[in-house]
Every structure is written in C-alpha cells, then in structure tokens.
C-alpha cells in the first residue's frame, strides 16, 4: 500500500517525537512492503512566526491531498501570558479541525499490565480498563460565539442537532463492534446543550436495540472513570467534557505520554497524541514518544492495516516491559532513556 502522509511536528516537543514515529512507520513499510511518502508542513507557534498564521493555506491544502495527517502538538507559553492576542497556537488546531471537518476524536483509554503500579490509583481498580472516548471535535464553547472585555466575558455552548446526530451516530456505532455499552456523558441537569444531547441520544436508540445506553453527568463520570473504570466502554460527549475526562484519564494508563487518538469526519483523517506540546521539556530529550508512535499504529489499522498496526503495539509493549522508558515512568533506581533512543528501539523491534 502506498500512503501519502502529511506531517505537523508543531511546538514544543513536537519536533522531537514526532521523527521517532516516522522512524517507526519506516521500518513497517521496510518489513511489510508498504510505501510511506511524507509531507511536512508548518502549524502551530512555528507557523505564526514563519508566516504569520497558526494553520496557513499550504498546510490545508497538504492535508487535503494528503490520505492522513499525523499531527504532534502545538502550543507555546509565549502566546499564554497576553489575554488579548486573538492569534494563538491553539487557534490553529481549531481551524484544522474545522477545515478538515474533524468532528469525531477516538481516544483509547487502556492499561499497560507492566505500568499498574505506576499510576496513582489502586491496580485493583485499574487492572483491564479498556475504554474509549469518542469526543465532539467541533462544536461547542471552542466554537460559539466569545466575547471579552475588561469587564465581562463569555463563550457560547452552541450545538445543533445534526453535529449531534452524526457524532452519536459513531459512537453507537463504535459500541456495536465493541461491548454494546454506551455511556453519553452531559450536564443536562444545568445545560440546555445537553438536554437536546440527551434528548437526540434517546431518540436515536431504538436505531441500536442492542446497545445497552446509560446517561451520566460529568461531573459523576470524572468521578467513576477514577473509582470505577471498568464500567465503562463507549463514552461520547461534547468537545470541552471531552478534553477534560481524557487528560484525567491519563491516571488510568499512567503517563499523558501513552495516549493516543485519531480524528474522523468529513476529510483526510488525523492522527494525533492526547497530550499537548508540553514546551518545558522541547530540547530536552525526555518527552515520551509512544503516544506519538501508537498514534501511528492507529493510523496503519484505520487503513486496514492490522497486522502492522499490532506490530507497532508488541514493539512499544515490549520497550516497556524491557524497561526501556522515559523517566516519568520509569522503575525507580532504573535508568530512563531518551525520546530517541526509545524511538529507535522501538523502530529497531519491529
Ligand atoms: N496533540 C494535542 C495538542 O496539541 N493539544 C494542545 C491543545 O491546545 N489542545 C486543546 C484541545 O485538544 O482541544
């Protein structure tokens, strides 16, 4: 197969893990015949200072042409500190996401057996969560109507049914080809957003009699994804919620280094770790590359790719069981390795 890919390093360490990745796919397509041919283009703080614009023309029309974008992170604290700017790194990743159409964030949550005792819950509770996040990409207050003065500010919590619909429409869909479950997490008790959320998700079971569907506020199901993690195993809610519940759930798989997800809508699909661009650490070497690399995989199975895809998740079990980790979860009195040495490792194991 041949696969054109555009690539968006961005910020911070996204230019570190981001050829560890590449490195990866290489040596896939060297040992299962397929052809990766790269595109890289600018986004994110590089892009503002490059030309001025966060996600210019040439990288939408990259990623139009392209069959995938794999996407690192941006983000840079120079754009933090100044309320007023209205161009951000950030605002990039938003356009990208609208541009593309990406409304669908697939989010895996599940543990590694050899990392139990490194996250801060207890591995009883932990022990065999496997779960997945689909979060609303394009709606909601990222997108409503904002305003902001030095008085008073607001964000808009705007959905209409048919970003609604299609969303549910994925998520039920992926409950079918998983364990049935489908949790829709809102707020309805407060929020009129997610009444109509409720209200078109109770209109649309009858569609999937066989998906057992159970409704949870939030604030209950930030609680329970923590105290309770197996119950779950499709959770779809809106954008905000979303980004929110998958940060906490990095506690479950025991770094934000491990979690990766793809973006599914109306273009070329993206693939993308949970995590941000991290910038204390750019430079550095200690940045975890697997949610990166396992982005990659998601990438490889999206296309039908199953036996690399599972190639890329024994190589980067493998790492982990062999102790070849960054330091924030590597075994104490262990020596930690560097994002490329465990890049390389990786890409030498499969
Ligand atoms: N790889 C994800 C990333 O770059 N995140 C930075 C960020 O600003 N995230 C906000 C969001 O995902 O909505």
Redesign the pocket.
């Known amino acids: 197969m041949k696969l054109n890919i555009a690539v968006l390093a ?1 910020d911070g360490i996204g230019p570190e893990i981001m050829p560890q990745a590449i490195g990866v796919l290489n040596a896939v397509g060297k040992k299962f015949n397929h052809e990766f041919v790269y595109k890289e283009a600018l986004c994110g703080a590089h892009a503002i200072d490059e030309v001025g614009d966060p996600f210019p023309e040439e990288t939408f029309k990259v990623c139009m042409d392209a069959d995938a974008v794999l ?5 840079d604290p120079r754009f933090d500190n100044d309320p007023t700017l209205k161009v951000r790194p ?1 605002t990039g ?2 356009a990208m996401r609208k541009q593309l159409g990406l409304f669908a964030n697939v989010r895996p949550v599940a543990t590694f057996d050899c990392l139990l005792h490194k996250s801060p819950l207890k591995e009883e509770i932990i022990k065999g969560a496997d779960f997945v996040v689909i979060r609303e990409l394009t709606g909601g207050m ?1 997108f409503g109507e904002k305003y902001q003065d030095n008085d008073k500010a607001y964000d808009t919590d705007i959905y209409h049914r048919h970003e609604i619909e299609r969303i549910l429409k994925v998520a039920f869909e992926f409950a079918m080809n998983r364990n049935k479950h489908l949790t829709v997490v809102d707020k309805a008790n407060v929020l009129a957003s997610s009444r109509l959320w409720r209200q078109i998700a109770q209109e649309m079971e009858p569609q999937y009699p066989e998906v057992s569907v159970d409704y949870m506020f939030i604030d209950n199901a930030s609680m329970r994804v923590l105290t309770e993690p197996r119950f779950f195993d499709v959770i779809v809610t809106e ?1 905000t919620f979303g ?1 929110i519940l998958t940060d906490e759930t990095s506690a479950i798989t025991g770094s934000m280094g491990l979690q990766p997800s793809s973006s599914l809508g109306e273009h070329t699909p993206l693939f ?6 991290w910038p204390q650490a750019a430079g550095k070497n200690i940045a975890n590359p697997m949610a990166m690399i396992l982005s990659a995989a998601m990438m490889l199975e999206h296309f039908g790719l199953k036996e690399e895809g599972a190639a890329i998740r024994k190589a980067c079990d493998d790492a982990l069981e062999n102790n070849i980790r960054t330091p924030e979860i590597q075994v104490e009195g262990v020596r930690s390795y560097g994002t490329k040495e465990i890049g390389e490792w990786i890409a030498n194991r499969i």
């Open positions: 961005g996407f690192a992170a941006v983000g950030e990743l938003l990222y954008n980004d993308e770790p949970v995590h941000g661009s």
